[in-house]
C-alpha cells in the first residue's frame, strides 16, 4: 500500500524501516522504535511553533510599523517551507531538525496569507476599516473548523466508522491527482491571461461554483487525514524507527495546512456573499 500523502512516502516499506532510511538493522528495543505518545508530542510541538509563527506574522502584518513585512513573510513562507518540505520529504531522518524550522516558516506564511484574506474580504464586502476584526473571525473559525474536523476524522478511523480499503485509497488519491492536475491547468491559464479557472481559488469569489469547489477541496484535505492516521498507525506496528515520529509530525501538520487553508478560502467566500 502507498501513501496518497508525498509526505508519507517514507511510510511506503520496500524492505525495512532502515533499510530504507539509514541502512542499518531494525533497533529492537522499543525505545528505539516509534510509538503513538511520541508522535503525538512530536505533533504537538511543531503545532506549537507553527500557531506561533502565524501570531507573530499576523502581528507584524497589523502594525502599521511592519505592515511592509507582510508580503515578504508570505513568499519567504512559501519558498522557504517548499525547499524544506522537499528535502524533510527525501531525507525523513532530517525531520527532527528541520521540522520544527519548517513549521515556522509555514507559521510566517500562514499569518501573512490569513490577513491578506481578511482584508480582501472587508474590501469586498465594503467595511474596509474592519479587515482585522474580519480576518480574526475567519481565523479562529477556521481553527476551530481545522481541529473539529481532524477530531471526526480521527474519531472515524479509529472506531472503524471510516474503513481506508483499496478503493477508499484509489478513489481518493486519484481525486488528489486531479486537483493537482486542475491547479497546474489553472495556474498555466492564469500565466497567458486567463484567469478563469484560478478564479476559484480567490477567497472573495462567492460564486456557487467557486464555494462549491472549495467545499469539495475541504472534503478530500478531511478524507486524506484517513490515510494519514492509517499510514501513522502502520508505521507504529510495523515498529518504524524513533525519528519517524517527527516525519510524521511533519507529514500531518502539512495536511492539516492545507485543510486550515481551505476553511479559511471557503468561510472568506461564503463572508464575501
Not at 91 to 118: C, D, H
Not at 154 to 168: D, H, R, T
Not at 235 to 253: T, V
Request: hydrophobic fraction near 55%; include cysteine; glycine fraction near 12%.
Amino acid at each position: 500500500m502507498r501513501s496518497a500523502n508525498p509526505t508519507l512516502q517514507a511510510f511506503n516499506q520496500p524492505q525495512t524501516w532502515d533499510d530504507a532510511h539509514s541502512g542499518r538493522a531494525v533497533a529492537g528495543a522499543r525505545s528505539n522504535t516509534m510509538t503513538i505518545g511520541g508522535t503525538v508530542t512530536a505533533t504537538g510541538i511543531l503545532l506549537g511553533v507553527c500557531v506561533a509563527a502565524a501570531i507573530g506574522s499576523w502581528s507584524a502584518a497589523s502594525s502599521a510599523n511592519s505592515a511592509h513585512l507582510t508580503y515578504p513573510m508570505l513568499i519567504g513562507g512559501v519558498i522557504g517551507g517548499l525547499v524544506l518540505g522537499l528535502i524533510i520529504t527525501f531525507k525523513p531522518r532530517t525531520a527532527q531538525f528541520l521540522a520544527p524550522v519548517y513549521a515556522a516558516l509555514e507559521g510566517l506564511f500562514l499569518g501573512a496569507f490569513s490577513f491578506i484574506v481578511g482584508q480582501q474580504v472587508a474590501a469586498k464586502v465594503g467595511e474596509s476599516g474592519s479587515g482585522i476584526q474580519i480576518g480574526q473571525a475567519l481565523v479562529f473559525q477556521a481553527i476551530g473548523l481545522t481541529f473539529a474536523i481532524t477530531a471526526a476524522m480521527l474519531f472515524c478511523y479509529a472506531s472503524g466508522i471510516i474503513k481506508p480499503g483499496k478503493v477508499f485509497r484509489a478513489v481518493v488519491i486519484s481525486a488528489g491527482g486531479g486537483l493537482l492536475l486542475f491547479m497546474l491547468v489553472a495556474f498555466g491559464l492564469a500565466l497567458f491571461g486567463n484567469p478563469t479557472l484560478i478564479s476559484v481559488y480567490s477567497p472573495t469569489n462567492g460564486g456557487m461554483v467557486s464555494v462549491g469547489f472549495s467545499v469539495f477541496v475541504v472534503v478530500l484535505a478531511s478524507l486524506f487525514l484517513v490515510l494519514d492516521f492509517q499510514f501513522i498507525d502502520n508505521a507504529i506496528r510495523s515498529g518504524a524507527p524513533k525519528h519517524m515520529e517527527w516525519y510524521a509530525g511533519f507529514a500531518l501538520l502539512v495536511t492539516l495546512i492545507w485543510l486550515y487553508i481551505e476553511l479559511l478560502r471557503l468561510l472568506a467566500k461564503l463572508r464575501s456573499r
